[in-house]
T-cell receptor, first 113, second 111 residues
Framework: DTAVSQTPKYLVTQMGNDKSIKCEQNLGHDTMYWYKQDSKKFLKIMFS???????INETVPNRFSPKSPDKAHLNLHINSLELGDSAVYFC????????????FGPGTRLTVT | QKEVEQDPGPLSVPEGAIVSLNCTYS??????FMWYRQYSRKGPELLMYTYSSGNKEDGRFTAQVDKSSKYISLFIRDSQPSDSATYLC???????????FGKGTHLIIQP
């Protein structure tokens, strides 16, 4: 059973398009996260979210927005894609007070042409 | 100054050797210290977490934290080719914050 899953695995799109990446976890966790891993493999937090609080990393452009239909899902919407958005995006989840124990999805490799 | 420093490597050692991976950090607010392993084109996998200073052992892996020096280590005993991966240190302040990662060390275990 996959604990944290993401779709799609690969996403190739053109500049200016709007796209979404979906994330689902079946661990019963109540906090979910989005991370961006750049071409140099540096992994950086973008958002953390539970049903009470959304924390946005101040460096994330407002073209990026997380949307959570329920506790098990956290989708990432990206508007007006730019070349610099090309990266691997990882979803993760944890229990609220156990943020040190995060489980990651397999990643979505986004390429903007 | 970057929050978490980690030598990217690559670090190449023969099979069976003891591997030492390290990170330094500057933020005294970090409370938990983690090591993740990431195989190529896969998501990071949590290996171990440690709270505050001290050692923690899990099989061939030992994590060590020295908060006074702001220095953490991961030791791998009897290294295997299957240990070849990128090892990421990560740190957590608490609350709803995400993890702060080092850049990862690419480890190669030669058969």
């Amino acid at each position: 059973d996959t604990a944290v899953s993401q779709t799609p695995k690969y996403l190739v799109t053109q500049m200016g398009n709007d796209k979404s990446i979906k994330c689902e976890q079946n661990l019963g966790h109540d906090t979910m996260y989005w991370y961006k891993q750049d071409s140099k493999k540096f992994l950086k937090i973008m958002f953390s979210y539970n049903n009470k609080e959304l924390i946005i990393n101040e460096t994330v452009p407002n073209r990026f927005s997380p949307k959570s239909p329920d506790k098990a899902h956290l989708n990432l919407h990206i508007n007006s894609l730019e070349l610099g958005d090309s990266a691997v995006y990882f979803c993760a989840s944890s229990q609220a007070r156990r943020g040190y124990e995060q489980y990651f999805g397999p990643g979505t490799r986004l390429t903007v042409t | 100054q970057k929050e978490v420093e980690q030598d990217p490597g690559p670090l190449s050692v023969p099979e069976g050797a003891i591997v030492s991976l390290n990170c330094t950090y500057s933020n005294s607010a970090f409370q938990y210290f983690m090591w993740y392993r990431q195989y190529s084109r896969k998501g990071p996998e949590l290996l171990m977490y440690t709270y505050s200073s001290g050692n923690k052992e899990d099989g061939r892996f030992t994590a060590q934290v020295d908060k006074s020096s702001k220095y953490i280590s991961l030791f791998i005993r009897d290294s295997q080719p299957s240990d070849s991966a990128t090892y990421l240190c990560a740190m957590w302040e608490g609350g709803a914050d995400g993890l702060t990662f080092g850049k990862g060390t690419h480890l190669i275990i030669q058969p």
